[in-house]
């Protein structure tokens, strides 16, 4: 199994990426596993019945539930019988939220998150494209979008040292994931020799 994290800042194209990534994958004859980004989910779900576990009102008791969730759901990634799983955002995101907001996780799940992160084969940064869209569930501005961004980029190249790939921000998605292919097929080679 090989096992893709894709991680970046808000508007900086990670679930396009993973959604190309997976056509392409699958129309190779791989089982693939998306690990969706629970942060949206849990917008979506508080914004429609009217809930406060929003991260402009409680952040570290929001990212503690997107941390929860992609753990559960990543764990029962990593049982399957998938040739690759996807993670879209990671449940390492939170870390660098709340570090850019001067807050912090509670210690022992950021200790979980250091040892499950072993288990992430390669770590795909998307780069940020030049202009910065807000939608339903992306609420920062564009300044604090590059904050974010820069924290994620830490965040990761501390937890996963040497496993971190830079994807350029192609205003083409579809040449953006053709890079990232490049980048799986040797990774996958480097994990199965």
Partial sequence: MLYILVAGGPGTGKTTLVGKLFRALSFRGFKVYVVRDWAR??????????????????????????????????LAALKGNYDVVLEDSGPYAPIAYCRADGLSLPKHLVKDLAKLSRYV?????????????????RWEDAEYARRIHREVVRVHEELFSGRVVKVPPYSNPSLRASVALKVLTQAKRRVTT
Avoid at 124 to 133: A, R, V
């Fill in 41 to 74: 989910e849990i917008i979506r779900e508080e914004l429609s019945r009217g809930g406060k576990l929003l991260p402009w009102i409680d952040r570290v008791g929001f990212e503690v539930e997107v941390v929860r969730r992609h753990l559960a759901e990543e």
């Fill in 121 to 137: 084969d390669l770590v795909l940064i998307t780069e940020p494209p030049e202009g910065y869209m807000k939608d339903c569930e």
